[in-house]
Structure formats: structure tokens, C-alpha cells
T-cell receptor, first 117, second 114 residues
């Protein structure tokens, strides 16, 4: 498709289970970002990649959260031993370039709504 | 460090009247500023962006925003609200170096009354 896609769109899991959220960026986009949006809040940055290299993971809340983008395209955000406080909308975005002199618009996917019971 | 403050969590206007959504920013660098809109059960859509060109920025659906450095503001306006404008609006800042994470405000929910 033409846009950023995420799967699953909805995920309900029990506390303590691991979950993997997938993001498929726009073809050819170099950069990929993960954000988390709690109810009633704006999205908050988690981590981002240029190609397959993780550039910044300062937004990951703790070591239960990890992300990878092994071939520089699809990315997976994994949450281990989920807790109820992890319930949120997880959004992925991609942008075209990695140049530092030109703004590159971030295009957002529809998000994955995670509910931890 | 960068941050944005959206001064109103909820704004309600009548259809056909002007819209003003307020945003103030803080940035150590020359910032890029954006407004995104989120309709219910939909993804985030870019309305407009300021990236150090003209200070008055025109976006989609008749929205505009003016970058005022002296006031550190980037308020979003529209002359006449339409029912379809009802949504959540986010003011966003990033540094001006290109590929960096976005910093979102908490959002302003716009209601439009018939």
C-alpha cells in the first residue's frame, strides 16, 4: 500500500505476556519512528531508526521495551512481561530521508491499540 | 530540550465562527513547528508546518498558523469553522536539523456546534 501500515490494529493481552507490534513503513523511507500515545495525551517518542541502525532509544520507558529493524524496512516493537500501564496506542511513522539540512515529513500509521488486562 | 504547551485542552465554537487554538513552544534551537490533526479512529494527519521560511503558514482545509518568535507562539487559526473540523489537534516541535523525533503537545479537542 501507499501508506504506513501497522499490525495488529488491536491487541488485547494478559499481564505478563510478551507482545510484538509490527510497522511496515512507506517503501523507500529511510527513517522509522515509534511513539506511544496514552489516552488523552499527545504521542510520546520511544525510539527511531535510520535504515537498520537504532539512532535513539532514549524514550523507551524501561528494559522490557525493545525495537529492531533488521533489514532497514519493517520494524518490530516488542514489550516483554506486559503490565497494565503499558496499555496505550502505539504509533509508527516513517520519513523519506536522513539528511540533516532538510525537513523530512513524518507519515504516521493508524496505530496499534494495546490493552493489557 | 524542546517542549510545547497547548493552552486549552478543549475549545468549543459554533459553526461558521473563527477558530483559535493556542500553542507556545520552547526550544534551544531554531525550531520546526507543526500542527497535526487526529480525527476519531483515524491516524495523525499533518495540517501545516513551519521550517524557517515564511512566518505565516497556510495548511490544508483553510487552516493557518503564524510563527511569532518574540512570543514563542504558533497559534492555529481558521476564519470559519466547519462541522468536519471537530477533532483533536496537536502542536508539535522538533529541531531544525531534519530527521529528529517530534515532541507533541497534549492536544486540544475542538468541538463545533451547529
Amino acid at each position: 500500500g501507499a501508506g504506513v501500515s501497522q499490525s495488529p490494529r488491536y491487541k488485547v493481552t494478559k499481564r505478563g505476556q510478551d507482545v510484538a507490534l509490527r510497522c511496515d513503513p512507506i517503501s523507500g523511507h529511510v527513517s522509522l519512528y515509534w511513539y506511544r500515545q496514552a489516552l488523552g495525551q499527545g504521542p510520546e517518542f520511544l525510539t527511531y531508526f535510520n535504515y537498520e541502525a537504532q539512532q535513539d532509544k532514549s524514550g523507551l520507558p524501561n528494559d522490557r521495551f525493545s525495537a529492531e529493524r533488521p533489514e532497514g524496512s519493517i520494524s518490530t516493537l516488542t514489550i516483554q512481561r506486559t503490565e497494565q500501564r503499558d496499555s496505550a496506542m502505539y504509533r509508527c511513522a516513517s520519513s523519506l530521508g536522513s539528511g540533516r539540512s532538510t525537513y523530512n515529513e513524518q507519515f504516521f500509521g493508524p496505530g496499534t491499540r494495546l490493552t493489557v488486562l | 530540550a524542546q517542549s510545547v504547551t497547548q493552552l486549552d485542552s478543549h475549545v468549543s465554537v459554533s459553526e461558521g465562527t473563527p477558530v483559535l487554538l493556542r500553542c507556545n513552544y520552547s526550544s534551544s534551537y531554531s525550531p520546526s513547528l507543526f500542527w497535526y490533526v487526529q480525527h476519531p479512529n483515524k491516524g495523525l494527519q499533518l495540517l501545516l508546518k513551519y521550517t524557517s521560511a515564511a512566518t505565516l503558514v497556510k495548511g490544508i482545509n483553510g487552516f493557518e498558523a503564524e510563527f511569532k518568535k518574540s512570543e514563542t507562539s504558533f497559534h492555529l487559526t481558521k476564519p470559519s469553522a466547519h462541522m468536519s473540523d471537530a477533532a483533536e489537534y496537536f502542536c508539535v516541535v522538533s529541531d531544525n536539523s531534519g530527521n529528529t523525533p517530534l515532541v507533541f503537545g497534549k492536544g486540544t479537542r475542538l468541538s463545533v456546534i451547529a
